[in-house]
């Protein structure tokens, strides 16, 4: 059975950071593209970032220069590193991967950056 499992996410201070990471398991292919959203109470979900099977990324511009995007083949995890947290981005942040043209989502983490 093929989960995606997320971790990492958490309460911290404004300017603090977290990683979150997403990681799949129960598949015998490697993730494709990666993608991270997110969804704050009252809000669309919205997306943040995204990486290529090349490593290319792509940033909205609300996070650009705090956030990056990275991912590990051989641990089939895709990871959100989010630097200088700031309050607006308090929100349930969920990973998506494509994995053989097919889409699986995580099951969402919790940040919150609040003092």
């Known amino acids: 059975q093929v989960q995606l499992v997320e971790s990492g996410g958490g309460l911290v201070q404004p300017g603090g950071s977290l990683r979150l990471s997403c990681a799949l398991s129960g598949s015998r292919f490697s993730i494709n593209v990666g993608a991270w959203y997110r969804q704050a109470p009252g809000k669309q979900r919205e997306f943040v970032a995204h990486?290529?099977?090349?490593?290319?990324?792509t940033f909205a511009d609300s996070v650009k220069g705090r956030f990056t995007v990275s991912r590990d083949n051989a641990k089939n995890t895709v990871y959100l590193q989010m630097n200088s947290l700031k309050p607006e981005d308090t929100a349930v942040y969920y990973c998506?991967?494509?994995?053989?043209?097919?889409?699986?989502w995580g099951q969402g983490t919790q940040v919150t950056v609040s003092s």
């Open positions: 990486i290529t099977s090349g490593g290319t990324t």
């Open positions: 998506t991967v494509v994995v053989t043209r097919r889409q699986y």
